[in-house]
């Protein structure tokens, strides 16, 4: 069987490897891979302002503005017993996005393949090792396996980044955090567009309006404080949600109902030592992942994708430092994050000697 003949493989075809893929594909023969035929339900569905600028700058933003996703106004939050508010108005870009999540990857990977991206999903990668310059893949597909050849492979198989490792690379964990999210309908329309967090002794709860009278709820807290059989309790995540005054009081309001299971979800930070080599880049999860709470994970995947398929094209058109260029750049943002998160995890003074928090206080002293 003929080898497939690609420029830059993508694997992974989340909003990473979309973005990378559908700014590659008309320069340069591009595949697209991923496991699943479609997006799968997940939590993360938030678009800060500054996203609207990314977009254009990739002649995105008139069609991601027709798909209609929910305003995101700004942040309140429960937080060392008082509210706060982080309002969008001021900001030069308007305000941001709730997302409909399954809408949105769906539609990146339209686009890829509209720009002329190859897109081969219900696919993986068996085996990847170099190969006179570029790289050799083995790929299991639904009609059997085929091979594959490519100068450059970047990596957006989220949070395990799986080629970056084979590649060399070492994943640094910095916490246990975990997402346990469930979606529901609320009676009430959300009005103003605000995500609400709230802090507890054992970690925040998260919730946000969705398109189509939908919301998210979600409780963030480190794997090993969640009881062996909470995620076996249908009705677990929503009864321990309401016990919480703040996160109650916006429920009731909101007349709130679940009506999905509570899933577990990742959702701690970590790096590669290295987000790049020769010949590989990685981008979204599988080089920077991102505590929820700076909201800014979908965002981090956009923009990483995007530096990822530059420095690609860079790299293809004989700039032999792209790949050290964009280490750099992804070092600074890693940096920057843990400053933010730092600052925000701080804040909240409460529970000195809780488990969750006294963990965070060494990170908050940085």
Known sequence: ??????????????????????????????LLVDRLAAPLARIGESLPPAAARLLQDMGLLDAFLRQGHAPYHGNRAWWNGAWAEHHFLSAPDGHGWHLARGTFDLWLRDEARQRGAALLASAR??????????????????????????????????????????????????????SIWQYGHERTPSARGFAHIEACEYGWWYSAPLPGQRRVLALHTDADLLGNTTLRDAGWLEAAARRLPATRELLEQQGYGADTPALATPAHTAALDAAAGPGWFAAGDAALSFDPLSSQGIFNALYTGLAAAEAADR???????????????????????????????????????????????PFAAR
């Open 1 to 30: 069987m003929t080898a497939l003949q690609a420029d830059v493989l993508v694997v992974g075809a989340g909003p990473a490897g979309a973005t990378a893929a559908l700014n590659l594909a008309g320069r340069h023969r591009v």
């Open 125 to 178: 990668v068996a085996d990847i090792a170099p190969d006179d310059g570029g790289w050799r893949v083995r790929l299991e597909t639904p009609r059997g396996p085929c091979d594959a050849a490519a100068r450059i492979v970047i990596d957006a198989t989220g949070r395990s980044a799986r080629l970056a490792r084979k590649a060399g690379a070492q994943r640094r964990h910095s916490d246990r955090l975990v």
């Open 315 to 361: 790299t293809l058109q004989g700039d032999a430092t792209a790949f050290q260029q964009y280490n750099a750049e992804l070092a600074a943002i890693g940096a920057a994050y843990g400053r933010h998160l730092a600052y925000c995890y701080g804040q909240e003074t409460r529970w000195p000697s809780a488990p969750f928090w006294s963990r965070r206080r």
